[in-house]
């Protein structure tokens, strides 16, 4: 079995940053890819970004193309979401993914394990 653990969220002021860091434990997650998705209230879960088993590959939405850089340290298997220039409209639960796809457009897709969420707070 495989957990993942997230850490990093808090409260941040409009125009501030956070690094958001999501541990793997149990069995190895070298061949998977990894993501990021969030959940704001009474809103679907939504896709942020994800990257190739490799970190030769990633992939971004739309609205975080810029601001958001995703990345993995396999050796420590730890994958990374650093967040800058955050806006309210980024508050949201932000949750750690591994699978072989990910996403489909901007929802969850064939996800194979999640973590427990960790909460983002950026006040205006």
């Known amino acids: 079995q495989v957990q993942l653990v997230e850490s990093g969220g808090g409260l941040v002021q409009a125009g501030g940053s956070l690094r958001l860091s999501c541990a793997a434990s149990?069995?190895?997650?070298?061949?998977?890819?990894m993501g990021w998705f969030r959940q704001a209230p009474g809103k679907e879960r939504e896709f942020v970004a994800r990257?190739?088993?490799?970190?030769?590959?990633?992939v971004y939405a739309d609205s975080m193309r810029g601001r958001f850089t995703i990345s993995r340290d396999n050796a420590k298997s730890t994958t990374y979401l650093q967040m800058n220039s955050l806006k309210p409209e980024d508050t949201a639960v932000y949750y750690c993914?591994?699978?072989?796809?990910?996403?489909?457009?901007?929802?969850?897709?064939?996800?194979?394990?999640w973590g427990q969420g960790t909460q983002v707070t950026v006040s205006s």
């Open positions: 990257i190739s088993w490799s970190g030769g590959n990633t």
């Open positions: 993914a591994a699978g072989r796809v990910l996403q489909k457009g901007d929802r969850p897709y064939e996800i194979d394990y």
């Open positions: 149990g069995r190895t997650l070298r061949t998977y890819a």
